[in-house]
């Protein structure tokens, strides 16, 4: 995509989608999937919950498809399975199609999503050590959560000095929701994630055994794995994704442009299967049994006892600390948590342009409706007459309680969508709210002029 003076300012929101739209064979507007053999990518997180329970409790064998899942190690791995061909689609962090798209970490790949699978989900989480030593030094500040990222300022430098390296921690994935929601905690603490501390890559699974071993000082990632290291006295939860964005974006169902194009019916039938997994997982009544088909050794293969805790509204933050209770810890259909919101996708791409991996002379908006289609969701969701949003972006940050979107097909009831710092993202305005942060690719030197190339994507 050539880069475009319309992604640097302020934006218009208008344009027509494409359409890739389901055909119609017998007059009910659903037509027979192109193929009913398909393969989904997903990685041992709780968050893979609406592909498991479509699996198991046969939301994808009522639309005609036999779905197999394939678990996979890493998020390269998904991408690049996805991008080959290997797999028809999968679970991915929502910054992995837009991610594709550009041509960011990897050679240019169109990838686009329809739905997105959960809001939430994710957390930091600090080795014992650190923390120990933090609350010998500020015992008052680390009985608090959350926590304020500016304690780490007190002991980076003795860090450094006899540790000869900086203060590590680690990420899922360069363009995850946990890189960015890691640096918008640390930035907001006064801590530059460049230059202060130093931001690994590293799996999910694998994160409690790098904390464990001290190559790492802490880290962001989704359940079980903050709670696995809880339970075994190796970390504490210092803050939960939904205290540094409330009912942010996590995961999506992503799939190229290509596959779309090609099996719009079975694209379709397995976006109906979804929501009604989306919708049946968030009932309170069957989360007990989400958590232990998701802890079965084929798919999570984690303590039933751990990973039941984020899945119930329960959660520690440290091994002897009492459970508090976090209903919106893991979002899957409530608060039209399915539909993939394009102002989500501007908000993913203005951390990218902050945090050096985007161009910021593209064109944001375009991309946006490239990759995002709530259009085709909106196909999807009429047929299991589950309601929508009528358009396609919504200021985020401005509600700090439950609220109802009128602008929908029938009224939706929707959660609180703040951020750590009181920040307000209007989505027409990506340029503006890119200023506003001290930590940012923009500041001091101001726009690149227009299709200049400065080895960004």
Avoid at 44 to 63: H, I, M
Avoid at 189 to 201: F, L, N, T, W
Avoid at 418 to 430: A, E, K, S, V
């Amino acid at each position: 995509m050539p880069a475009s003076a319309a992604g640097a300012g302020s934006i218009s929101l208008a344009g027509t989608d494409r359409q890739i739209s389901a055909k119609t064979g017998d007059g009910s507007g659903i037509g027979k999937p192109e193929r009913t053999l398909v393969s989904l990518g997903f990685i041992p997180l709780t968050d893979c919950a609406p592909l498991v329970v479509a699996v198991e409790k046969e939301f994808f064998a009522r639309e005609g498809l036999e779905v197999s899942l394939s678990k996979e190690p890493s998020w390269a791995n998904i991408r690049d399975k996805v991008a080959l061909g290997v797999l028809d689609g999968a679970q991915m962090l929502a910054g992995i199609p837009i991610a594709a798209s550009l041509g960011i970490g990897a050679v240019r790949t169109s990838m686009m999503t329809a739905l997105s699978l959960d809001l939430n989900g994710n957390a930091i989480t600090l080795s014992r050590a650190l923390c120990e030593r933090l609350r010998a030094q500020m015992p008052g500040q680390m009985a608090q959560r959350p926590l304020d990222a500016g304690v780490l300022r007190e002991v980076s430098a003795a860090y450094v000095s006899e540790r000869r390296r900086p203060m590590t921690f680690a990420v899922v994935f360069p363009v995850s929701t946990h890189n960015y929601q890691l640096r918008y905690w640390l930035a907001a603490g006064g801590i530059d994630p460049d230059r202060d501390v130093r931001i690994v890559v590293v799996p999910p699974s694998q994160m409690v055994a790098h904390l464990e071993a001290g190559d790492i000082d802490g880290y962001c990632v989704g359940e079980p794995w903050n709670e696995v290291a809880v339970a075994r006295g190796s970390g504490e939860v210092v803050i939960t994704g939904y205290e540094i964005w409330n009912n942010g974006p996590e995961k999506v169902l992503g799939v190229t442009r290509d596959w779309a194009e090609n099996f719009p019916n079975t694209h379709q039938a397995m976006l109906r299967a979804l929501i009604r997994a989306g919708q049946w997982a968030d009932q309170p009544e069957n989360r007990m049994e989400v958590a232990r088909l998701i802890a079965r050794p084929d798919y999570v293969d984690a303590d039933f006892d751990v990973v039941k805790m984020s899945m119930a509204g329960s959660f520690r933050y440290g091994q002897a600390a009492e459970p508090v209770q976090l209903a919106d810890f893991n979002v899957f259909h409530r608060y039209a948590a399915g539909f993939p919101w394009r102002s989500h996708a501007l908000w993913i791409m203005t951390q990218m342009v902050r945090w050096r991996q985007l161009d910021p002379a593209r064109d944001l908006a375009a991309a946006a409706r490239e990759i995002y289609r709530p259009d085709i969701y909106r196909q999807a969701a009429e047929a299991v007459g589950v309601d929508y949003p009528l358009h396609d972006y919504k200021t985020e940050g401005k509600n700090s309680a439950p609220w109802t979107l009128g602008d929908a097909s029938r009224e939706i009831a929707m959660g609180p969508d703040l951020f750590l710092d009181g920040r307000i993202f209007d989505p027409q305005d990506t340029e503006s709210y890119i200023r506003s942060f001290e930590s940012n690719q923009l500041a001091g030197g101001g726009l690149p002029a227009p299709n200049s190339n400065d080895g960004t994507a």
